[in-house]
């Protein structure tokens, strides 16, 4: 595989999110970088990885019947990286080669580390992500989260938890990274919604660090 190149002029726009408490500063940061990888890189790495992931299909028992999960996923990190989605505590897979050098030049962009990535393949637009906040506990109180988008650009919207008035909606293309940190995870949830009209494929991957211990 080619070496992941970055563009080093990178446009970086940033959204400042309120928080709950009126007057207090404390909100979260959401920088969405769009050009961070070139289009053509990505549609290779898009290619691959839709190949070399495990991809799975994950359910979920809701009021006593099994739900597919609305895309398929994968769980890759360091060994002690065991993380909770879909109700399931899961193992991380080892390190492939692209997404260890994603890993990399994401670290360094962004300015924090990461032990894991959670993969998610969009296969069409009836594929989806409901409003969720990455607020899990083995992620700790403000965790940084970066966020590759391959393939099919799709929407991705924000909303406060308590003010139904305070949105955002942004489109991810392929190459961008969406870092989400801050208090973003405690004050707002995320979706990437069903699109209808929408036939191609998108992999999305969330870089995370996954505080070992308090998983356990
Ligand atoms: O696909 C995306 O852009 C978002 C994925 C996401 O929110 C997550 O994996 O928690
Ligand atoms: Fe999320």
Not at 37 to 46: A, K, P, R, T, V
Not at 172 to 177: E, K
Not at 207 to 212: E, K, Q, S
């Amino acid at each position: 595989m080619q070496q992941i190149g970055l563009n080093l002029n990178q446009h970086i726009e940033t959204f400042i999110l309120a928080s709950a408490d009126e007057g207090k500063p404390a909100s979260g940061v959401v920088q969405l970088h769009a050009d961070f990888m070139d289009y053509d890189l990505s549609i290779e790495l898009f290619d691959n990885l839709r190949k070399t992931v495990q991809w799975e299909q994950e359910s979920l028992w809701i009021a006593g019947q099994e739900r597919k999960v609305p895309r398929l996923v994968a769980w890759y990190g360091d060994s002690d990286a065991d993380y909770r989605y879909s109700g399931k505590l899961h193992k991380p897979l080892p390190w492939i080669q692209p997404l260890l050098e994603l890993r990399q030049r994401i670290e360094i962009v962004v300015g924090s580390d990461f032990n894991s990535v959670l993969c998610n393949l969009y296969r069409d637009g009836q594929d989806s992500m409901g409003w969720h906040a990455d607020d899990e506990k083995e992620l700790g109180a403000e965790p940084v989260i970066a966020s590759l988008s391959l393939g099919q650009p799709r929407a991705f919207h924000l909303k406060h938890k308590t003010n139904p008035k305070l949105r955002h909606k942004m489109t991810l293309t392929s190459g961008s990274l969406l870092v989400m940190k801050g208090a973003t995870q405690q004050h707002w949830l995320h979706q990437v919604p069903k699109e209808a009209n929408i036939t191609q494929p998108r992999i999305n991957l969330t870089f995370r660090n996954v505080i070992g211990s308090s998983v356990k």
